[in-house]
């Protein structure tokens, strides 16, 4: 009788904190800067520099536990973490082993059947980020840029209670979604602010015990993470079913070629040589500091649904969508606020913004219209000034560059012309030139009418309201 396996996984979750400054020192943490010009000797390791921990670092991390149901930790310390690696330039990492800052607690995830199910939190604790290497293939070198070293990380390290890829998946999206409404972190995975370790073992259905596990690194998507998950399940199967033995390793992940391999024997704690960091004072967090990070937390999705129902009476399909980016929520609100019109706002997000989201491969935090203009747009339509199909010129120019639509419809003439002369000058032009289609619309075919209004639109360069005309071909024949 064949056995049957099932899948133990924990994840370690690093996620770049939306500090303006990094964990020890002044230098910028902003993304995308040439190599080598947001260090300082505190961040590259320099003989006789000295860290000072950045109060927003420790803000950022309680609200994440306080979010995360953890307890906090009123007393926390640094540790340093040896190991020597080219992009670590003080040969050990600023993190916490001994005294994190937030400890035991969970969220709760959906399963596919429906269900709920609460992942535990083991720890966050706070650290600096390494520097990165880049491979030059061409030069046949390895350069090390140091901008990244000491941006602020908090890692979020789960108790083994996911089964399977999807669990993953949905556990990764709740974090991501708490840490964005905080403001705590943009979680890009593209640009390495939200990075996932898989801690992946497999045994036996019924056997208590683990497995021995191994590490998965180099995963920045969530198509990798289940792609990695699936492979390295099939991989430790297929070797128990040999005879063979997992190893304990560090494994890294190639998403092209879709296997993993090697990279080094897993470590342990003591491999690490971690001792209290000798220049950093302990963290005393007072209850007036607890409670007004408490105070701060925003309004989270799961009662921003709630309230969008009441408040807004948009369907939960909507709601679903619109709720799931901050970003988004956010956009919502404010144009609904302006305009008073919460339904239209709620289609154009649904309809042409997700359109275009997904034809330009755009992310919600990358959208660049503003509320103001949104409401602006959907003033100018209600009013009569423009049509539905100018509408959408007008919004895939907001969509592109943020157009202001009055500014946009006034300098490209595209207002709607309601002038009743000309539009009965046109139509009467339209039903001499289309003697058949009139012809057939009296003679009981109903749709001939739409060919009518095409043209009369065409004639009217798109600047009349297609009710309008309708109207007025319906009283002239």
Same mark, same amino acid.
């Given at each position: 009788m064949a056995r049957e396996y099932e899948t133990v996984i924990g994840l370690e979750v690093h996620v770049e904190l939306a500090t303006k400054t990094k964990i020890?020192? !002044?230098?910028?943490?902003?993304?995308?800067?040439?190599?080598?010009?947001? $260090?300082?000797?505190?961040?590259?390791?320099?003989?006789?520099? @000295?860290?000072?921990?950045?109060?927003?670092?420790?803000?950022?991390?309680? #609200?994440?536990?306080?979010?995360?149901?953890?307890e906090i930790a009123r007393y926390a310390k640094f540790d340093r973490k040896n190991y020597f690696y080219p992009d670590n330039p003080q040969n050990y990492q600023i993190s916490q082993l001994y005294l994190p800052i937030?400890?035991?607690?969970?969220?709760?995830?959906?399963? #596919?059947? !429906?269900?709920?199910?609460?992942?535990?939190?083991?720890?966050?604790?706070?650290?600096?980020?390494?520097?990165?290497?880049i491979h030059d293939e061409w030069g046949d070198c390895s350069l090390v840029d140091y901008n990244r070293s000491g941006v602020p990380l908090i890692e979020i390290v789960s108790e083994p209670d996911m089964r399977s890829a999807e669990e993953v998946i949905a556990y990764l999206e709740k974090l991501r979604l708490i840490i964005q409404y905080l403001g705590a972190s943009d979680c890009k995975l593209q640009e390495g602010s939200m990075?996932?370790?898989?801690?992946?073992?497999?045994?036996? $259905?019924?056997?208590?015990?683990?497995?021995?596990?191994?590490?998965?690194?180099?995963?920045n998507s969530f198509k990798a993470i289940s792609r990695a998950i699936e492979g390295e399940t099939e991989r430790q199967i297929d070797l128990l079913e040999s005879g063979e033995k997992v190893i304990q390793e560090t494994r890294r992940w190639d998403d092209a070629k879709g296997e993993s391999y090697a990279m080094r024997?897993? %470590?342990?704690?003591?491999?690490?040589?971690?001792?209290?960091?000798?220049?950093?004072?302990?963290i005393a967090v007072s209850d007036e500091?607890? %409670?007004?990070?408490?105070?701060?937390?925003?309004?989270?999705r799961t009662e921003k649904r709630k309230r969008y129902r009441e408040e807004f009476g948009i369907p939960d399909y909507d709601i679903e969508i619109i709720t799931a980016s901050k970003y988004?929520?956010? @956009?919502? %609100?404010? #144009?609904?606020? $302006?305009?008073?019109?919460?339904k239209k706002v709620s289609n154009w997000l649904m309809g042409e913004t997700l359109r275009l989201m997904k034809e330009r491969e755009v992310e919600a935090e990358d959208l660049r219209f503003s509320p103001e203009n949104?409401?602006? @747009?959907?003033?100018?339509?209600? #009013?009569?000034?423009?049509?539905?199909?100018?509408?959408?010129?007008?919004?895939?120019?907001?969509?592109?560059?943020?157009?202001?639509?009055?500014?946009?419809?006034?300098?490209?003439?595209?207002?709607?012309?309601?002038? %009743?002369?000309?539009?009965?000058?046109t139509v009467e032009e339209v039903i001499a030139a289309n003697p058949q289609s009139v012809a057939d619309y009296r003679g009981g075919k109903e749709k001939a009418i739409g060919f009518l209004v095409g043209q009369t639109m065409k004639a009217m360069k798109g600047k009349?309201?297609?009710?309008?005309?309708?109207?007025? @071909?319906?009283?002239?024949?």
């Open positions: 020890f020192c !002044g230098c910028s943490t902003a993304f995308g800067a040439e190599p080598n010009t947001q $260090i300082c000797p505190v961040c590259t390791g320099m003989p006789g520099s @000295l860290p000072v921990l950045n109060r927003q670092v420790l803000e950022y991390a309680i #609200a994440v536990g306080l979010a995360t149901d953890c937030c400890r035991n607690g969970g969220v709760e995830i959906q399963t #596919a059947d !429906g269900g709920v199910k609460k992942v535990g939190i083991h720890e966050i604790h706070m650290e600096e980020d390494a520097g990165k290497l990075r996932a370790d898989v801690n992946l073992s497999v045994r036996e $259905i019924g056997t208590r015990e683990f497995g021995t596990r191994t590490e998965m690194k180099n995963l024997s897993k %470590e342990d704690a003591q491999d690490y040589r971690y001792f209290p960091d000798p220049d950093l004072v302990p500091m607890l %409670e007004e990070i408490r105070a701060k937390q925003p309004e989270f988004m929520a956010d @956009l919502f %609100e404010a #144009a609904a606020a $302006i305009c008073g019109q919460p949104l409401a602006k @747009l959907i003033t100018l339509t209600d #009013a009569g000034t423009i049509n539905s199909s100018v509408a959408k010129e007008v919004f895939e120019a907001m969509f592109e560059e943020n157009a202001d639509p009055e500014k946009y419809v006034e300098e490209k003439g595209l207002k709607n012309v309601n002038d %009743e002369g000309a539009l009965r000058k009349a309201d297609p009710a309008a005309v309708n109207r007025m @071909l319906k009283e002239l024949l």
